[in-house]
Structure formats: C-alpha cells, structure tokens
C-alpha cells in the first residue's frame, strides 16, 4: 500500500519538473560531461570526415583572418608616420615678397602652427640651380617662373592627416595664397586602401562565415538523419528539446573548435612563408619592417568565434532538423 | 488512473480511429485493450502518451487532463509514463545497461543513483548478467525485456504496452505477461494493447474491447 501513495504523489506532480531530485545541477553538469565526451569519442571514430570537415572550415578562416593581420600590419605603419607633414603654400604671382614675409609671420602665430619660414621666389630659383644643375637652363629665362613660397610645419603632436588638412585649407583662404600642397599623400593613399581592404575583408569574412555555418548545418544534418532512431527513442522516455540538441550543439563547438585549430596552423605557415619577401621589399625601401604575427589575443578570439559559428550552425541545423522529428 | 470521456479522434487525413471511447481504470488496475487491427488500439495508447491529442473529449491520467497540458510540458509527463513498445525500440549502439539507464538519464537522475537502478530493473527482468552486452547479442525475448526495464527504471505509476508480444512465440507471451503482472502486483497500473485473444484468456484481467473506433460492450 506504502507503494500505491508514493504512486499518487508521483502522478500529482506530472507536467511540472522534475525537481524531486536533490541533486539536479551536478546531475545535469554530470549529463554535459558525459555528452561531450560521447560526442568527441563519435567524432574520433570517423577521423577522416572529421578532419575535412574541420579542414573546411579552418580555410573558411584563414583568408579573413590573414586579411584582418595584413590590415593591422598596415594601420601600424599609419600610426608610426613621423608626423613630418608639411605644408607648401604657393602666392599668387605679383604679391610683393614684404607681403609674404608679414604672411609668413601672421601664419606663424597661429595656432597649432610650430613654424613658418617664407622663401622669396630669387632664393628658391638658386637653390633650385644648385640642386639639379641647370644652371644654363635657367639663365635662357626671361623672368623668374617661381612664386613666393611659405614652409608651414604644423604642430608635430597632430597625427591625424584630416586635422592638418584642415589647417592647409584654412591657409588657402588667404588672399595672397594660389595654392598649397600637403606632403602626406602617400598616407592618404594608404589610408583609402586599408579602407577598401577592410572593407573587402569584412565582405570575405560575412560570405565566408556565411559558408562555414552552412556546412556545419548540412554535415549536422546528416548526423541528425543517422541518429534518428535514438532521437525517437529519446523524445518518448521524456527526453526534452534541449536534452535531445545537447549532443548536436556540442559537436558544432567541436567542429568550430577543430576548423579553429587548423587555420591558426595555417595562418602561422603562411605568415613564416611571407616574412622572407616582406623584410626584403622593406630593406629595398631602407626600412625595416617586421609582419607581426598572430597574438595569443588573435589566437583566442579565432577560437572562440570559430566556437560560436560551430554552435551557431549547429543550432540552427537542429533546429530545422530536429525539433521536426517526432515520435509516430 | 486513467479516464477516457467521449474520446473521439480524427486525423488530418479524416479518419476517425477512434469515435466515441469512454472507460476508466482505476490505480493499480492491470487491463488488456483488444481489438482487431486498425480498431484504434495504437491511437488510444499515443493519446495517453501524447503523441496524438484528442479531436474531442477529454483524457485525465492521474490528475491531469491531457488537453491542458502544453507541447513543452510533454517531456515531462511522459517520464512517468513507461511504454514498451512491439519493436522493443532499443538503441543498438549501446551496450543493454546504457539503453535501460536512458530514462534515468534524461530525468537528471544522478550517476550512481542510476546504476544501481538499472541493476534493480535489470534484475527484475532477470538480465543482471548481461548488462554489458548489446542489445543485438540478444534473442527477441530477452530484448523485449531489456525494453521493460527501461519501461519501469523509472518507477513509473502507470505502465503501458503495445503488442508487446506481438513477435513471440507462446512460451515467451507467457513470461513477458507474467512479468507485466508482477509489476502490476506492486501497484503499478497496467494498460496492454494485445490481439492475443488465447494468452489474454489465460490471464484473469479485466477486457477492454473497442471494434471500429468504439468500445465494445459485453453483456
């Protein structure tokens, strides 16, 4: 009789959840250890599908992310430009060279402004004779074809080129002054094509990681038809949703994991291959330049999002897939 | 335990498998369903296990009305409900322990709590020596038993059986059933589905006949 009235409270308790169970966190933690470890243990008995698998992936990953180092690469260079930008300012013609003397001590007190020093245009055509030897060329000339110029060095503390082209164009508003040239084109080029890599390496890594998760669902997919069966089986004794996902998610992870783990050898192999050339081109510039490499912060956030992307694909694979499958 | 009131059932396709069933069992009670095939004895048992619900009518198991119960509450009634199933529906994979240990698995049961269930369950079906074979190194008897330990592991109140002797021989019915009865002799109440007309005579338990979506009653 003892065991009818256990009976009636078990039955009263139906549809609620089980928590009759003293011990329910560490028997779930205990549930986690033992699916991943099954899952691992499944994945390990076919090898070579899983390697490709994750193989896939891993060079799913790496194009992004040597894209992504190429970029850090570049921005370091921008960041370490001496900040020697400095701006030439042409005058008009006619502009007697008293007048540009005053300018160039009115530019000079500006703010933001180290130093301005004026150049008469009889100085420059010396200098310009020396320089490049064209003494004779030059005695043909009628007239002196150079203008006044003023040297403007800006403020050494202004690293960002928006700012200092700022300042050259409110120099432009003086009257006197016909044109002006900032020296720091090669940054602005840098500058629009670290733009468009980025961007390209944004579109490369949304289409790629678009892909990985596409995989991962159909190679879930399969695993889910394979296993079919057990899933019935499960949903029939109880097994919730979330029980019968578990071991799908988990092998998501896995995968990501995986594919993870061999783009960061291949990312390494690639950037050891590249940093012979890479020093050379720089001494042939008299520079010195290094790749820098993957840190372990890199290395980190490649995992955990190759991580992510594996439980997202296999999320949504389970979730098309799984939730569909019911007991008939 | 189980109350079945005006129970009609339609599927999508309009057939109506069961038409007008009502009937009760009380707590303890063991029970044969009968009928010839396609009389609707299956859609009556997934109707208490919630794999079909009911066009019209309602069903009260234990306390609860099925009607009232929502899709994700399922999982959880259902772990008080033990099914045994013709095809023993077991996992090949696995060795007979893991297949009887599922049940306890999913209910968060804790690891050595559940081992020495299963070996309780196994015991009761007479396995205890072969728990870590698998189950395809079985014959068909043994594997329907290994399914009725996983069926009662979780000391279910109400256990429930489709055909369970639909693949055996006569001697083999005969165990299984007895083993059905004993369970039922500890107070589980007990509902199989069967057209074993002979063995069912054999067993003084009470009929429950339904013909053609309805029940049957004798005089």
Known sequence: MRKQTDTTKKVSTTGAKTNDKPNALSSYFSHHQKTYKATFKQLLEQPLASFFTCAVIGIAFVLPALLAILLSNIQSVQHNWDGSAQITLFLKKGVPALDGNILSETIAKKPSITSSHFVDNNTALEEFKKRFELQDAVDYLDENPLPHIILVQPDKSLKSIDHIEQIKNSLLKFPEVEGALLDVMWVQRLNSITQLLQRAAWVIALMLGAAVILILGNTIRLFIENRKEEIIVVKLVGGTNAFVRRPFLYMGVFFGFGGSAIAWILINLTLYMLNGPIQDLAISYQSTFNLSGFSFESTLLLIVLGMSLGWFGAWLSVRKHLDDIEPT | ?219
């Open chain 2, 1 to 219: 335990m189980i109350e079945f009131q005006n129970v009609m059932k339609r599927y999508q396709d309009g057939y109506e498998a069961l038409r007008d069933v009502s009937f009760s069992m009380e707590r303890g009670e063991m029970a044969f369903l009968t009928g010839h095939s396609g009389a609707g004895k299956s859609t009556l048992l997934k109707l208490i296990m919630l794999m079909e619900r009911t066009t019209q009518g309602h069903i009260i198991v234990g306390d609860q009305n099925l009607s009232k119960i929502h899709q994700r509450q399922i999982p959880y009634f259902r772990r008080h409900v033990g099914v045994v199933f013709q095809n023993h529906r077991l996992l090949y994979d696995r060795s007979i322990f893991n297949n009887v240990a599922l049940p306890l698995e999913i209910s968060g049961v804790n690891p050595r709590e559940i081992g020495r269930r299963v070996r309780a369950a196994l015991d009761k079906v007479g396995l205890l020596s072969k728990e870590k074979l698998s189950p395809i190194q079985l014959s068909g008897g043994e594997q329907q038993r290994v399914g009725i330990a996983r069926a009662v592991v979780n000391k279910p109140p109400l256990l429930l059986a489709d055909e369970p002797t639909g693949n055996l021989d006569p001697d083999l019915s005969e165990e299984i059933m007895t083993l059905f009865s004993q369970f039922n002799q500890v107070g589980v109440t007990v509902l199989i589905a069967s057209h074993d007309l002979n063995l069912i005579s054999h067993m003084a338990h009470r009929v429950i006949e339904i013909n053609d979506g309805r029940m049957v009653h004798h005089a």
